[in-house]
């Protein structure tokens, strides 16, 4: 059982505590809510210019500590060193395009009969923020910065596992001369802290990103409230190879290991056209026994652990010792090992090729035609992303059109750029974070009609 009162960091490379942290309680969140609304009443007055500049100033704070952050993520959610690099610059240039949003956020004035009508994007208020273990830093960031340039307070629940970036973050953003409780950290548990914000009558929105299951019942609390919810949720998403295409850039592994394949965008469904299964599956099979796993804070590592030591029997409950697979190297104990493997015998319909996994496991299977693939891709519930490789245009813009996913690629793996909308379809989530409407999602239109038709006194 978790202790109610403390949350406990483990290095996942070694199973070593790294910090124990005071849990939220119910009752921290009201005092926290409280003093947000006062501090977020303050800010909405600031003027845009002002509140940009401070943004910029954490931006360059956030800069400054780069390394530190980065070490932070190593230790406490296992990223490699050098993912951990990319994600405190993200932050940072999150904040920077952050900061010109608020700047250029404006209404509009619309012709009307009798009078002027003008409308407003006027903030929401208090922002509740709850993210998951698996990317603490980006996450945190992409919920919580919008809505700070918006002209919003945001109080962020981290995972319980992985609260120490997000802590870090907040020290940072006092140190850059952002008003005190505008931006507050409360570590605490999913269904004490977590449910106290989702509950809470003055937080005028979550932005949650987690699993489906747990997305399902915040949408269920919101919806009591009438409270405006984005869920960034679970994902199984397809990488689609034809047999045209690169095969070699195709079948990049990293497209499913990255974070241990611990992402709600790996590419866990390698759907490979039936003419070159021989030679995909050679080339994975190559693949995986070249990826380096081991200490995440060795600059030469590629992969690191997984989470936990639970997450660790989830994955293996998906990969019996007997399993079809090709399998890659992984170091044994202490710390929450696990291999690369890619499992070959699986139906479409099986577990293993249907369940969100979250772990370095992928499973291969052929399709016959571009119809084929088309509805294997679209057979999940999840639609998150996708890549589709292929050296014909019009193909690959037929199959973009057709796969029902929020975030395709064509011939490249990468999903994730600050500016450009990031988001799920079906059970894969609700709202879109990320690109140039970010901010417009922290605010309400307020329409204003001004008559010019006053009768004279
Ligand atoms: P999770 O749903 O268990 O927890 C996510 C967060 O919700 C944590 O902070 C947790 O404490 C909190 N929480 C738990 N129960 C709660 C409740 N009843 N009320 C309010 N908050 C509660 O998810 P996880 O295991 O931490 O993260 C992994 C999942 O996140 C995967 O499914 C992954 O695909 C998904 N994810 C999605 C995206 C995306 O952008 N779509 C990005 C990263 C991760």
Known sequence: MPDPNELTVLDPATEEIVATVPAATAGDVDTAVARAARAQTR?????PADRARLLRRFADVVDAHTEELAQLEVREAGHTVANARWEAGNARDLLLYAAGGAERLTGRQIPVPGGWDVTFQEPLGVVGVIAPWNFPMPIAAWGSFPALAAGNAVLLKPAETTPLT????AGLALEAGLPEHLFQ????????AGRALVDHPDVAKIVFTGSTRTGREVMERC??????????????SPNVVFADADLQAALDPFSFLDNAGQDCCARTRVLVQETVLDEARALLADAL??????????ERTQMGPLISGRQRERVRSYVPDDAPALRGKAPDGPGFWFPPTVLTGERHDSPAAREEIFGPVAVLLPFTDEQDAIRLANDTPYGLSGSIWTRDL??????????RAGNLSVNSHSS?????PFGGYKQSGLGRELGPDALAAFTQTKNVFLSTEVPAP
């Open 223 to 236: 919806a009591r409230l009438v409270k405006p919810v984005t869920l960034e949720l679970g994902g199984k």
């Open 289 to 298: 026994a070249a990826v380096v796993v081991g200490d995440p804070a060795d």
């Open 166 to 169: 997000a802590l870090r973050l």
């Open 394 to 403: 019009g193909r690959a813009l037929r199959v973009s059109q057709a796969v």
């Open 43 to 47: 800010w909405a007055a600031v003027a």
């Open 416 to 420: 994730v750029r600050y500016w450009t």
């Open 185 to 192: 950290v409360l570590p605490g548990h999913g269904d004490t």
